[in-house]
């Protein structure tokens, strides 16, 4: 596994997922955020950030950006309102749960246009059943503009099943959100 260390609030191009320019155009762009204080001093490697992009290149999207941040609000705000401009897809990685310092969900409201909840429920379901502590997951998923932002826990296991549980939603939601809203019967 490539590890790669990127410093606070970095963002870095994301080329090992891009195939041929004709396959990323057939792609949905998008962008991983890790939020964590140590990954972003470079003390901690950061491991979650690359297992989520590599799920998602693995399920057809590309992945343009990966940053870190620290576990501040202001800059993850900052951060997610940038990423949101290159990636129709944003995923956070870290700060979801109940310690003081997590503040991703607060700072996710704060540039989201609505919320989904149920995006959010459905994560947590699923978590739940591997273990109790899913319950204490404060991940918001939710819309600005074009784009989907979505939440995981910090754990690299937890981000992927996170992931996992909402990626079958994935394309009819990022359809829906630019106005496409007609429905196949079936």
């Known amino acids: 596994m490539r590890r790669l260390r990127v410093k ?7 080329a090992s997922l891009d195939r041929t320019t004709n396959q990323a155009t057939s792609k949905t762009t998008a962008a991983v955020l890790t939020v964590s204080d140590s990954c972003s001093r470079g003390e901690k490697v950061d491991l979650s950030g690359p297992a989520v992009a ?3 290149g693995r399920r057809n999207f590309q992945v343009v950006l990966r940053s870190v941040v620290a576990d501040e609000r202001i800059a993850i705000q900052e951060k997610l309102t940038e990423l949101c401009r290159s990636a129709r897809l944003v995923v956070t990685t870290g700060g979801t749960g109940v310690a003081p310092r997590d503040v991703t969900p607060e700072a996710t409201v704060a540039v989201c246009d609505r919320l989904v909840e149920g995006m959010a429920e459905q994560m947590r379901l699923q978590g739940m059943r591997k273990t109790r502590f899913a319950a204490l997951s404060r991940a918001v998923c939710g819309v600005r503009g074009t784009s989907l932002i979505l939440n995981l826990p910090g ?3 937890g981000a992927v099943e996170s992931l996992e549980a909402v990626l079958d939603l994935l394309p009819h939601a990022l359809e829906l959100i630019v106005g496409n ?3 196949e019967s079936h």
């Open 181 to 183: 809203t007609e429905h």
């Open 8 to 14: 606070m609030s970095s963002s870095t191009r994301d």
């Open 54 to 56: 590599e799920a998602l």
């Open 155 to 157: 754990n690299p296991a």
